[in-house]
């Protein structure tokens, strides 16, 4: 396959390649008898970062984009810092079903119809509220709260000039780790009012820390936990 960039490729080695059809080897009846549960959502939802006017759409960052984690869908609710104006909020990517990690690069790829409902919380408004510390994605479900780290939480302000291309060759779980334990350290201080001391003994009995994906440039990291724990 010959790339955007007039590099060739005798396999498909890199997420997003474009691929002629007619040129590949098909195998058919692959993981025949396997019943994959369906779990349809957005791969991609967010809004357009500050920092650059025209940004690749692979790696997400501070303001979302693509996630890839497949709790973002019927029901859930996600929050994103608002950095322009507008927001210019973006979706994409449906998903049939897809694991955590992404691990070959794609998941099953669909095409989905959504209801959304865009609301509008003003910093001001949110006080005394589970929101009010929150500038980076975070998935709200009916039982949980999932906090979303990334390699590198704003890569575009982070890595430079050349942030769209160095991401790629500088994301890490171990990073992506860190930077959701440092989220759900700062969410369990701010909207459950607990010691920096109390929240990371929480993390280490009651927070589930999983990979989200580590197939879109700015590898993820998202940590959950369950709202029945706290008292009503």
Not at 147 to 157: D, I, P
Request: net charge negative; charged share 20%; hydrophobic share 40%.
């Amino acid at each position: 396959m010959i790339d955007p960039f007039g590099v060739a490729h005798p396999t498909i080695d890199y997420p997003g390649l474009p691929v002629d059809h007619g040129k590949t080897l098909r195998n058919w009846k692959v993981l025949e008898g396997v019943r994959i549960p369906v779990r349809p959502h957005f791969g991609v939802m967010g809004l357009a970062p500050k920092e650059a006017d025209f940004v690749n759409s692979v790696p997400p960052s501070y303001t979302g984009g693509n996630i890839d984690n497949w709790r973002i869908g019927k029901g859930a609710s996600m929050y994103y810092p608002v950095a322009v104006p507008g927001a210019l909020l973006s979706i994409g990517d449906p998903h049939a079903s897809q694991g955590d990690s992404e691990l070959c690069g794609t998941a099953i790829e669909c095409s989905l119809t959504g209801t959304f409902q865009v609301l509008l919380h003003k910093a001001a408004d949110l006080g005394d509220t589970p929101l009010q510390a929150v500038d980076f994605p975070m998935i709200e479900t009916q039982d949980e709260w999932v906090v979303q780290g990334f390699s590198h939480a704003n890569y575009l302000a982070e890595l430079g000039a050349n942030a769209q291309s160095e991401i790629f060759a500088s994301s890490s779980v171990d990073l992506a780790m860190r930077d959701a334990f440092r989220k759900m350290r700062r969410f369990l201080m701010t909207a459950k009012n607990l010691t920096e001391d109390e929240a990371i003994s929480l993390m280490s009995i009651a927070v589930d820390f999983g990979v989200t994906q580590v197939v879109d440039g700015n590898w993820g990291v998202h940590a959950i936990v369950r709202k029945s724990i706290f008292p009503s």
